[in-house]
């Protein structure tokens, strides 16, 4: 005889197990990312183009063809200023959009002043140490840290007609109302890409749309 409970036992374990299998595949983040993001980078008094270039892997005739309007050649970067810099977004782990750097260690870096200076607060500390075996307060002088940088592909429920999306860390000053006049997009756009945020916290990052290849500078 065929024991009915344990038929029901089993039906419901399988039930459970799918069923779980399936929420956690609707959890998984991502399954691809984007060819092009954008991050806004804000110039300090160390920023020159060699040595941005040098932080996101790329040439320089890379971050110029990005400026149009902003930086005229390699030796005349505008300080405090935001400029764009262009990378590649990947799914990292099935967990998140993301784009991990190389850097270049040397003396007196911290996993802070990579994120704070070098990376003018695209990224920070805590997340850069996320991705690298070093004790934050045992940095090597020389060799490589991973520095990763969250990124951004859109979100076809919210709209179909942005795909290129620049990592705005916010600063000091900023409103949405400031933020959405100098991008020339509505703060409704911005509101519903960045939910639960606040835009005048004045650190964090957000995420802003762009139609085209460039994005207007600002
Ligand atoms: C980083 O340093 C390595 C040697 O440690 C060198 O081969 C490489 O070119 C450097 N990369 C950059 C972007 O400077
Ligand atoms: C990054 O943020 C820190 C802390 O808010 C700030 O002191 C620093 O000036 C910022 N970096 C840049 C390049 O603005
Ligand atoms: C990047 O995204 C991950 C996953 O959403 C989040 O946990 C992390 O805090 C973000 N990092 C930064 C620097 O915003
Ligand atoms: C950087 O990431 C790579 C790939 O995950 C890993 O093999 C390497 O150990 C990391 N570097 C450091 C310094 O932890
Ligand atoms: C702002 O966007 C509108 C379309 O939404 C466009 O007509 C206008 O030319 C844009 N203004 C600037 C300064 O780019
Ligand atoms: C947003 O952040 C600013 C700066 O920290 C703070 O003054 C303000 O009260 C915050 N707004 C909300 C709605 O939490």
Redesign the pocket.
Known sequence: MLDLNLVFQLVALLLFLTSSCLTSSVQSICNKGCDLALGSYYTHYESDVVSIS??I?TDVSNILKYNPNTIANQDSLQLFIRINLPFHCDCINGEFLGHVF???LSSADTYETIAQESYSNLTTAEWIQRFNTYDSDRLPD???VNVTVNCSCGNSKISKEYGLFLTYPLRPGETLESISSAANLSSDLIRNYNPGVNFSQGSGLIYIPGRGEYLVPF
């Open positions: 040098r932080f892997n190389n850097y270049n020389t060799g490589n």
